[in-house]
T-cell receptor
Framework: KAGVTQTPRYLIKTRGQQVTLSCSPI?????VSWYQQTPGQGLQFLFE???????NKGNFPGRFSGRQFSNSRSEMNVSTLELGDSALYLC??????????????FGPGTRLLVL | QQQVKQSPQSLIVQKGGISIINCAYE??????FPWYQQFPGKGPALLIA?????SEKKEGRFTISFNKSAKQFSLHIMDSQPGDSATYFC???????????FGTGTSLTVIP
């Protein structure tokens, strides 16, 4: 099976712009989670989608949003970019959200640089 | 508030030695404890995971030790190799949902 794919891999934006990142989960996986990884804060949970519904949301401002499509592909959007949004954004997919091993498989990430 | 505390931040081990990374948690609702390995430029990859009904799990050179009463768990890498040089993250999750709480990571360097 193909792994989790994320596009684009690298992105440079300027403050105030918005950005959309895409994630395609492993075939058959219906749960997609997003994380922000920075050297100072480590891996921080953004949100999780399962069957097109947001099930969990981390402690991030409303500028961070996401959605999931019927084919389980997911997008996350960051509006009004700030310098502090520079990070590696990771997507992880899982076959089930609860009552199971909950093994998450991560994609390679999208490296976002905000200038 | 850091839900999962990880130490040490960095670790240097000689080839063939044992690498030990420790994590502690507070939330007793956590019931799944994975360890991830991350190489530069890559996303984290699941290494090994444990549930609280067992005290130890071994897969090859990697062993998780789990102490439920102390709310601590650790990763032991036996016969450490230079190829093990990476950043290791512990994590924990609750039985509902897929929200994982990660430790801050340990940068492991194995010297030949």
């Amino acid at each position: 099976k193909a792994g989790v794919t994320q596009t684009p891999r690298y992105l440079i934006k300027t403050r105030g712009q918005q950005v959309t990142l895409s994630c395609s989960p492993i075939s058959g996986h219906r749960s997609v989670s997003w994380y922000q990884q920075t050297p100072g804060q480590g891996l921080q949970f953004l949100f999780e989608y399962f069957s097109e519904t947001q099930r969990n949301k981390g402690n991030f401002p409303g500028r961070f949003s996401g959605r999931q499509f019927s084919n389980s592909r997911s997008e996350m959007n960051v509006s009004t970019l700030e310098l502090g949004d520079s990070a590696l954004y990771l997507c992880a997919s899982s076959s089930a959200p609860m009552g199971s091993e909950k093994t998450q498989y991560f994609g390679p990430g999208t490296r976002l640089l905000v200038l | 508030q850091q839900q999962v505390k990880q130490s040490p931040q960095s670790l240097i081990v000689q080839k063939g030695g044992i690498s030990i990374i420790n994590c502690a948690y507070e939330n007793t609702a956590f019931d799944y404890f994975p360890w991830y390995q991350q190489f530069p430029g890559k996303g984290p990859a699941l290494l090994i995971a444990i549930r609280p009904d067992v005290s130890e799990k071994k897969e090859g050179r990697f062993t998780i030790s789990f102490n439920k009463s102390a709310k601590q768990f650790s990763l032991h890498i036996m016969d450490s190799q230079p190829g093990d040089s990476a950043t290791y993250f512990c994590a924990a999750s609750r039985y509902t949902g897929n929200q994982f709480y990660f430790g801050t990571g340990t940068s492991l360097t194995v010297i030949p």
